[in-house]
């Protein structure tokens, strides 16, 4: 037993440590595509972690159980305003920063916090390469039901992507 944790040390210790490296990026993203501040997508990535861990041995698919867990934890967290701190957008530009297509990345994230939760959830589960019927099965829904929150997420993001070019030559002309 660790004496801080108070939880035995997993059998594949080294296996898990190679696990956490792997996906931490992935959580990190995946919980900011639900809508989540950097510090709350800290928080739920490290308590889904934790519950992987106590679970480790007895998991078939640790990598589909700590999604299905992070998300539940985030769907669980009360709506927070952000309180951006300048340590929170140095975090931030550098979890994102690291990742190819930076600027694509930031445009998402920001039209994904403004779809509905479910939206949000298959949006960012499709974004991550998933298929539509390995969503369905992490966030408990109909195959069918997943690709009409596709659709409608698509939807909503072209519309948001559509003012949001409409607001830039808006701003461009008003620059001149």
């Excluded at 927070?80 to 931030?92: G, I, K, L």
């Amino acid at each position: 037993m660790t004496a801080e944790a108070g939880m035995a040390e997993p059998e594949g210790r080294g296996e898990f440590g190679a696990f956490y490296a792997c996906q931490l990026p992935r959580m990190l993203r995946y919980c900011a595509m639900l809508g989540l501040s950097l510090h709350a997508a800290q928080d739920v990535t490290q308590e889904a972690f934790v519950q992987v861990l106590r679970r480790w041995t007895a998991i078939s698919d640790p990598a589909a159980y700590l999604r299905t867990t992070a998300y539940h934890l985030a769907i669980k967290r009360p709506v927070e305003e952000p309180v951006p701190t300048s340590a929170d957008s140095h975090q931030a530009s550098q979890v994102v920063s690291a990742l190819p297509g930076f600027e694509e990345r930031h445009a998402i994230l920001r039209a994904c916090r403004e779809l509905p939760s479910q939206q949000q959830a298959v949006f960012a589960l499709h974004y991550d390469g998933y298929r539509d019927k390995e969503i369905a099965e992490i966030l408990g829904m109909k195959p069918i039901t997943v690709r009409s929150h596709l659709r409608h997420a698509r939807e909503n993001l072209r519309a948001w992507w559509d003012r949001e070019a409409s607001d830039s030559l808006r701003r461009e002309g008003a620059a001149r």
